[in-house]
């Protein structure tokens, strides 16, 4: 009776390399492009795919909620020097899309709002290409083209933001302060020329003055990374560091 209830259960496969593994598609993806691209716009495209790779490879083993996954990529990884993108499938790149676009493309890379935008761009036709030749399933690809439509309108919006912020510190800063905060603080509410902040910390919530133009490039839920000092007059800007559409 034993061994037959041993013999019911159901005994899950180890997972192995994925055919066609990430590397794979993302080159037949370039491929494809190739051909319907002029050279300047595939150069583009390669670019961020570079991108894209390099990220997965870098951060990708960080999501594996799978033990038997985990163990497959610490094996391959560190006993053949295979990457991320050579032992898994086209099923972990929805997944990817929101770290990519929304903290690589902004924190580990030096790119300019058209590098940007292109991102998004380049980010949704790959999606629609992996649903359309059988890789991911339709609610996959609209999930991550959402997620990359969205990148592709607030990204370049929030480069100029953290661009007029530095402007703005640079040339403003308060000679003089009592105290500071270094924080990422969240928009909380936009008012011309007034932010209120919350911070991560325990920096609690404060406003900040700015000038309308900063106001109006920013949207509440968004983080920005800065340094405050507090004057007589309230809170100002010190430092600047990176803005994360929300």
Known sequence: MAKEIRDTKKVLPFPTVAHPSIDDLLERFLKDQRKRLKPRTFRCYEEIIDLFRHCLNGYGHHDLARPS???????????????????????????ALSNFLNYFMIRKVTASEALLQSAGTVMRK???????????????????????????????????????????????????????????????TVEPGLLVLSGTGTSGTVEVKVPQE???????????????GKTPHGWYILETGNVYPG
Not at 79 to 87: A, G, P, S, V
Not at 136 to 164: H, M, N, T, V
Not at 214 to 228: A, F, P, Q, R, Y
């Open 69 to 95: 996954e985990v163990t497959l990529y610490e094996r391959l990884y560190f006993q053949k020097n295979l990457e991320f993108c050579t032992i898994f499938g086209p099923e972990k790149i929805p997944s």
């Open 126 to 188: 790959l999606v629609r290409w992996l649903e359309e030749h059988g890789h991911i399933g339709a609610e996959e690809a609209s999930k991550g083209d959402r997620i990359a439509a969205e990148a592709s309108r607030e990204l370049p919006s929030a480069e100029r933001l953290a661009r007029l912020l530095y402007n703005f510190a640079q040339h403003y800063a308060p000679r003089h302060w009592t105290d500071e905060l270094d924080d990422y603080f969240t928009i909380e």
């Open 214 to 228: 900063i106001s109006d490039h920013c949207k509440e839920g968004w983080t920005v990374n800065l340094l405050l």
